[in-house]
């Protein structure tokens, strides 16, 4: 009994000295200190990168709590305030119909970033999926996909966005697609070369000789490692995807009138009342310019931190 005794308040007293506050909880703080000093880098390091990140976050929060934030709503009409000039009532004054600016610049934050991620994220995934294949393999789908890849390079990518709208008609969804279509081989090519540079190193090679399957390959070694390169990409796009969005809606193949966005804004009574409205044109005008150049600044950081040869640098 002694002995049981013993033997259970040895383990009482193990487990209550045991390493989970201790040493397991060590490993924890350690990835949070590791965090925490890679962040404090990238800040010091890369301070437009940082001014970037803050103003992208600004943005979508107030694309995510517009209709809380907003002065008012976006489609109600002020009789009194027809192209009233900036004031207390209205910071951004109203368009031609009465409407508030602010209201509707917050609004169509929601509306050109749902558009812009989106094709980002649909075109950066089939890119990445056609670029692993092309890479991976040298058969006839590998070959087939170059050949498509550079058909649809030679022609820009506003050019094809313009032939899926006319196709398919004008609304959200196929203003995602087509943009997204457009990205399609840009991303294919970049993610394929890393592929290449990928697939002859001594790690997979050695997961191939234990019997890895290929995907199995593609999903622990390959895609792991060209990471980076998807992240600086999706950065870089994002940039590309909001001018294209807005560059549609100026032209009235984007979205909806019902949906404002700012290229829709600047193509209506900012043309219209440019010299007595001007603030029509100048807030839409930089809330896009603002977006594009967070955007640009945080991919150019990103690429800096994450490219193994400009680090080395």
């Given at each position: 009994?002694?002995?049981?005794?013993?033997?259970?308040?040895?383990?009482?007293?193990?487990?209550?000295?045991?390493?989970?506050?201790?040493?397991?909880?060590?490993?924890?703080?350690?990835?949070?200190?590791?965090r925490w000093l890679?962040?404090?880098?990238?800040?010091?390091?890369?301070?437009?990168?940082?001014?970037?990140?803050?103003?992208?976050?600004?943005?979508?929060?107030?694309?995510?709590f517009a209709p809380a934030i907003s002065p008012g709503k976006p489609d109600a009409f002020y009789g009194d305030a027809v192209l009233a000039g900036p004031s207390a009532a209205h910071p951004f004054g109203t368009d031609g119909l009465?409407?508030?600016?602010m209201s509707r610049i917050f609004q169509g934050a929601r509306i050109t970033l749902w558009i812009s991620g989106g094709a980002v994220v649909a075109g950066l995934g089939a890119g990445t999926i056609l670029g692993c294949v092309s890479g991976y393999w040298s058969n006839f789908a590998?070959?087939?996909?170059?050949?498509?890849?550079?058909?649809?390079?030679?022609?820009?990518?506003?050019?094809?966005?313009?032939?899926?709208?006319?196709?398919?008609?004008?609304?959200?969804?196929?203003?995602i697609a087509a943009i997204a279509i457009g990205m399609v081989p840009g991303t294919t090519r970049i993610v394929r070369s890393s592929v290449i540079g990928v697939r002859g190193e001594a790690y997979v090679e050695a997961a191939r000789t234990?019997?890895?399957?290929?995907?199995?390959?593609?999903?622990?070694?390959?895609?792991?490692?060209?990471?980076?390169?998807?992240?600086?990409?999706?950065?870089?796009?994002?940039?590309?995807?909001?001018l294209a969005e807005s560059a549609l809606s100026f032209?009235?193949?984007g979205t909806p009138p019902t949906n404002p966005s700012w290229g829709q804004m600047l193509s209506g009574d900012a043309r219209r009342y440019m010299q007595s409205a001007p603030?029509?044109?100048?807030?839409?005008?930089?809330?896009?310019?603002?977006?594009?150049?967070?955007?640009?600044?945080l991919g150019d950081a990103l690429r800096d931190v994450l490219d193994p040869r400009l680090r080395a640098r």
């Open positions: 009994m002694k002995g049981t005794a013993g033997v259970n308040g040895g383990a009482g007293s193990a487990s209550s000295e045991s390493p989970a506050g201790g040493s397991a909880g060590m490993p924890i703080r350690g990835a949070a200190s590791r890679a962040a404090r880098r990238f800040a010091r390091k890369q301070p437009l990168g940082l001014a970037g990140l803050v103003i992208l976050a600004g943005i979508a929060f107030v694309a995510l009465g409407q508030d600016l590998s070959a087939s996909i170059d050949r498509v890849m550079d058909a649809l390079m030679a022609f820009p990518t506003m050019i094809v966005a313009l032939v899926v709208v006319a196709i398919f008609g004008v609304s959200t969804n196929v203003t234990l019997g890895a399957s290929d995907a199995r390959v593609i999903a622990r070694h390959v895609l792991p490692n060209i990471l980076p390169v998807v992240i600086v990409a999706a950065t870089v796009g994002l940039g590309s995807a909001i032209l009235g193949l603030w029509l044109a100048i807030f839409p005008g930089l809330a896009l310019g603002l977006t594009v150049f967070a955007v640009n600044v």
